[in-house]
């Protein structure tokens, strides 16, 4: 089991290899296609048995041709939940508190993440973003192992992948450190992992 402290996630070139394709993929989906495709996944999102608690519910900022989780947050606030976006701080991510047309600062890695001021908050559920998954509930991301081990620490905790249809791929070839997904969301449908 990786555990908090590590720093580093060494992928596995058959999981790199996996995760460019992806990501090419990804980036080749057409703009007008994402941009239609993103509300069914916010209101698929918006339609699951999860959000009962009082939060905090923590999404990203999207980056590249990431689905955008940007209007469930707005919706989330709406109904009353608090916000956080993910940070990191010391080769570890963090929760800070946000509220939709909060500022936002770059966070490194090409992200924008809360001021630095804002207060460090545990997230209940967690929406990630996926370069691939499986119908498992694995996941592919960047490959530094940030979600795996948040989630690792977090303890229970509610997660959700959101991304395209397009993404998915037969078996994320998974090892110790992985985390299964709750959910995962694309524009098709709504998959209940594990």
């Known amino acids: 089991m990786t555990t908090p402290s590590d720093t580093h996630v060494t992928s596995s070139p058959r999981k790199a290899a996996l995760r460019s394709a992806a990501l090419d993929r990804r980036d080749a989906l057409d703009i007008d296609s994402r941009l239609e495709w993103d509300p069914e996944i916010t209101a698929q999102v918006l339609a699951l048995p999860v959000w009962k608690g009082p939060g905090p519910v923590s ?10 989780p940007r209007p469930i947050l707005e ?8 916000l956080c976006l ?18 936002i600062v770059p966070g490194g ?22 370069a691939a998954f499986d119908r498992r509930g694995y996941r592919i ?9 948040a989630l690792a620490e977090l303890g229970p905790t509610i997660s ?4 395209y249809a ?14 299964r997904l709750d959910w995962i969301v694309t524009e098709r449908e709504t998959i209940r992992c594990g």
């Open 141 to 149: 991301g960047y490959g530094k192992g940030y979600y795996d081990r």
């Open 166 to 179: 397009a993404q998915e791929i037969e078996a994320v070839p998974d090892e110790a450190h992985d985390r």
């Open 109 to 130: 890695f090409g992200t924008l993440v809360p001021a630095p001021t804002e207060p460090e908050v545990k997230p209940a559920i967690l929406i990630v973003p996926l």
């Open 59 to 68: 999404a990203y900022w999207p980056m590249r041709s990431e689905a955008d």
């Open 86 to 103: 993910p940070a990191i701080v010391e080769k570890r991510m963090i929760f800070r508190r946000w509220a939709p047309y909060e500022a």
């Open 160 to 163: 959700i992948g959101i991304g």
């Open 75 to 82: 919706a989330l606030h709406e109904r009353g939940l608090p």
